[in-house]
């Protein structure tokens, strides 16, 4: 604990733990105790404090008491003092000056919404030719994981208990020994933390993964994600080179803070990109280009499905452009919107019900492949909309409402959305059936289909 107003016991301080971490590298906590003796802005004021506390941190302004000791120690006279202050009031002036000489910002849309990401061309790879093997998703990821670290050396992995002990659902066991405790690091429980840190990276060069343990536990790092990430690129032209994996869903009785598909958060906000696979194909592909895309994107990887499905997927290394949706089904009934733990819950009533439909996975929300929903409303004229997310504010209300406005002509009936229960999501397994979207979905289509 040091002076925070005494310039050089600041400076000798902070240079001599500086010059000892670097030799022995190890966190260091300074307290500087200060105090703010203006307003948190001009405009705000000080009247809320007492006058004597302003009054006696006033005498330990630190720049007053610098000048003070550089005149005792005849570094500079009292003159010398006042020129200095002069300069720096001409300088100001003259920046604010040329400020005010801009010309006016000429709003352009096209510009505007350019900017909201960082350009990346994106190449397809050709996987028709490729040899596959079949993989369950969680060895999908895994495999994707492990080839992104092979190419791109300057990716690190950082995560609560991911490095020898392989995270929470061992998705990076074995890749400390591959690749080092540099590139696979443990970090305390503190998402924000984490999530800053991997910013950081970015801004030094870096790729990062971030895992997130459960996606529920994101909401720690909300602010780092919404308003650093998101928006960096916009505001400063900066890297936010982050992949945050977020393993989600419910089916596995986990209850309501180890449960959540929390997608709807995000995808308000500009400046972030949106994966949630479906399957293990899609997991691997969607992986590595969210690892090769310079920009921040929220990977969302279902739990239940980790050790539930499997496909073939290529042994290459194999990448699947955003915003283009997969039509994993087609009919001529009505069409199924849908993504995630959906894309199974869809094909499997579709049978049941030996109904004729498209089933329409969206892989990606942001960006989202609009041209294909266009396809399929403009095909069979009956749309649902399903996610296991909660009713209200989810996407299943923006994509009605998209249809609504620009491809309402095609409708046959109204749009209608099937997702879980707008409570919080039980432990018990009966209660838990019942709240998923998977519960109403068939009565939803009947109606849907009788309209």
Known sequence: TIDGNNILEVYNTIQSIAHDIRNNPRPFLVECMTFRIRGHEEASGVKYVPKELIESWTEKDPIKNYEDWLLEENLISKNGIDEVHIQLKNHIQEQVEKVFDWPEVVPNIELELKDVYKSYEFKEDETKNFSTHKLRFIDAIKEGLDQAMSHHDNLVLIGQDIADYGGVFKITEGFVKK?????????????????????????????????????????????????????????????????????????????????????????????????????AYDAKGLLLTAIDDPNPVL??????????????????????????????????????????????????????????????????????????????????????ILHEDTLFGGIGGELSAYINEFLFEYLDAPVMRCASLDTPIPFTKNLEDQFLAKSTLEEKLKKLLHY
Not at 221 to 233: M, P, R, S, Y
Not at 333 to 346: E, F, K, L, P, R
């Open 179 to 279: 690749y080092g405790k540099q590139r696979v690091r443990n970090t305390p429980i503190c998402e924000s933390g984490i999530i800053g840190v991997g910013l950081g990276l970015s801004l030094e060069g870096y790729k990062s993964m971030v895992e997130m343990q459960f996606a529920d536990f994101v909401s720690c790092g909300f602010t780092q994600i919404v308003n650093n990430l998101a928006k960096l690129h916009y505001r400063w032209n900066e890297n936010a080179d982050v992949v945050i994996r977020l393993p989600c869903g419910g089916g596995t009785q986990g209850g309501p803070f180890h449960s959540q598909t929390n997608e709807s958060w995000f995808a308000h906000v500009p400046g972030l990109k949106i994966a949630f696979p479906s399957n």
């Open 299 to 384: 990977y969302f990887e279902h739990k239940a499905l980790y050790r539930s499905i499997e496909s073939e997927v290529p042994e290459a290394y194999y990448r699947i452009p955003f915003g283009q949706a997969n039509l994993v089904h087609t009919g001529n009934d009505c069409s199924i919107i849908t993504y995630g733990y959906g894309v199974i819950w869809a094909q499997e009533i579709i049978q049941k019900l030996q109904i004729s439909a498209d089933i329409l996975d969206l892989r990606t929300l942001a960006p989202i492949d609009y041209k294909s929903i266009d396809s399929t409303v403009q095909k069979t004229h009956r749309i649902i």
